[in-house]
DNA sequence: AAATAGCTCAACCGCGAACGT
DNA sequence: AACGTTCGCGGTTGAGCTATT
């Protein structure tokens, strides 16, 4: 409830950081690890709100975020899960690991937005703007499908989002105290925090993931985030996994891929686009240069040799029956 | 070379959820 | 239950950079 009182404080900086800042709260972190973020300013001898502080740490300092170009890979993840999940960067972002909800959010706003928007598609629907409005009853079946798609995804989100606070406690627990624990570097800190973790959140994740999602991304645990990198390896492939006793969730995808057979897909998803030719230039073009050193390689790498569409996509990403292969 | 338009992205703001007392 | 504090999220801004005129 209630707002906290604003970085308005006088003497508190804003604006860019300075090397020296960031020195100053990587040196803190480094040794104290990080939470508290309203105390910590002060105790890193810095001048800013704490706000200003996570936000420097979580989206800039943190030690295992990925910084430059998106790859075609990523792209399509951000492209394929918005269309599921809409403007959720931060849900988005924890399937792409190394990226910030921030940047993710950029990204879109700056390049693929507009990129839909070219190819004629609206980039909140997912489909051509052209396209006259659903069925009479206000949606077709395979909207009303997505839909419940959705529905199943936030339902795992919040199942994440319960573990993740379930691992914050843990990870309080674990990190180091001032007192008895100087000269922690980030990898250090990390690994502690992993290992004494790991065991005991698999272990917690068998028991009570309860909801539709067996997913094991262990999203939304973003302190600290390389934690979670190793938790879910190094691969960048989704790794949603379907209950296999979920008859609702079958029943859906089942439903949906007869319909696909039978024809029935709307085209009007974006990902029909990402498969043809009618890309332009990023999804085709880029294609062929970047195929090999922007995969990142791995599983992935032969991803364009699906001919996939969209739809295709979106259910492999909930349906490992299907693989996905980016 | 200067002016201007367009673009990018780090950082800020405000809100609401979660949590503590 | 009510209230205060903290944190995280999504939307927005604007400084700095690049491209164009």
């Excluded at 070219?118 to 009303?144: F, Q, R, W, Y």
């Excluded at 573990?163 to 105290?177: G, M, N, V």
């Excluded at 790794?239 to 709307?266: Q, R, Y």
């Excluded at 090999?292 to 390689?297: A, D, L, M, T, V």
Aim: hydrophobic fraction near 30%; glycine fraction near 8%; charge should be neutral.
């Amino acid at each position: 409830m209630g707002r906290s009182p604003c970085c308005d404080k006088l003497g508190l900086k804003k604006g860019p950081w300075t090397q020296e800042e960031d020195q100053k709260l990587l040196a803190y972190i480094e040794e104290h690890g990080y939470g508290s973020w309203r105390s910590l300013p002060e105790k890193a001898g810095l001048h800013r709100c704490g706000k200003s502080c996570r936000l420097r740490w979580t989206n800039y300092l943190r030690p295992d975020i990925k910084r430059g170009k998106f790859n075609l890979q990523e792209e399509q993840t951000i492209i394929q899960l918005h269309a599921l999940l809409g403007n959720r960067w931060s849900a988005i972002a924890t399937h792409l690991p190394k990226r910030t909800d921030n940047e993710i959010k950029n990204y879109w706003n700056t390049h693929l937005k507009k990129r839909l928007v070219k190819m004629g598609i609206d980039p909140v629907t997912h489909k051509p703007k052209n396209e006259t409005p659903l069925s009479s009853l206000g949606l077709t079946k395979n909207a009303a499908i997505l839909s419940h798609m959705a529905q199943w995804e936030n339902a795992r989100l919040e199942a994440e989002a319960r573990l993740a606070r379930e691992s914050k406690i843990l990870h309080y627990q674990t990190k180091p105290s001032s007192h008895h624990h100087h000269g922690f570097t980030h990898k250090t800190l990390l690994t502690t925090w992993t290992s004494k973790t790991n065991q005991g959140y698999a272990d917690r994740q068998q028991q009570q993931l309860e909801s539709p999602t067996s997913t094991v991304s262990f999203s939304e645990m973003k302190e600290p985030s390389s934690a979670k990198i190793e938790l879910v390896g190094s691969s960048t492939c989704l790794n949603l996994i379907k209950e296999p006793e979920n008859d609702w969730f079958n029943s859906t995808v089942h439903e949906f891929e007869a319909t696909e057979m039978a024809g029935g897909v709307d085209e009007g998803f974006t990902g029909l686009m990402l498969a043809g030719d009618s890309l332009g230039r990023s999804f085709s073009a880029e294609k062929n240069e970047t195929v090999k050193e922007r995969s990142g390689g791995g599983d992935c790498s032969n991803y364009y040799e699906d001919n996939k569409n969209y739809l295709d996509s979106i259910f492999s990403l909930v349906d490992p029956s299907t693989p996905m292969m980016f």
